[in-house]
């Protein structure tokens, strides 16, 4: 099964690209941009991202809670602490596995992070004639 989740960008039929893709019970979020947050520091363009992400992942029938990888690039090696503890306001108990890089620039010169992330939902087997649920 696989579900292409879009992000409503002019570009996604133009370029071949969704904002995620769910294949079976893995989601794999789009490097995500600050859309509309162009002007805002570090921490605000993280915060705008992870509003995007969220909805996107809500879309695949998934939240925060299961995702266990981010990709981070930052364009100014200064904005890791700032990107950093956004990222740690949402992931601080999950923990996912993270890579933070810095790259010479991104699509548009004005966002200074673009995060990618992976997830993957629960699957439960419900035992018959019981209220037991197993998690495979």
Known sequence: MRKNI???SPFEPIIGFSRA?????????????PVGA???DAAGQTRRIFAIA????????????DVVRTRMYLT????????GRVHGE????????????????????????EIEMDAVI??????PDSDTKIEL
């Open 6 to 8: 879009t992000g409503g």
């Open 122 to 127: 629960p699957i439960f087997l419900n035992i």
């Open 54 to 65: 969220e909805k996107a992942l809500a879309e695949a029938g998934a939240s925060f809670k």
């Open 90 to 113: 949402f992931f601080g108990q999950i923990r996912p596995a993270a890579t933070m890089v810095v790259v010479a620039t991104l699509l548009n010169p004005a966002w200074r992070v």
């Open 21 to 33: 893709v769910l294949v079976e019970n893995k989601v794999y979020l789009a490097g995500t941009g």
């Open 38 to 40: 162009d002007n805002e």
């Open 76 to 83: 100014h090696v200064e904005d890791w602490e700032a990107v």
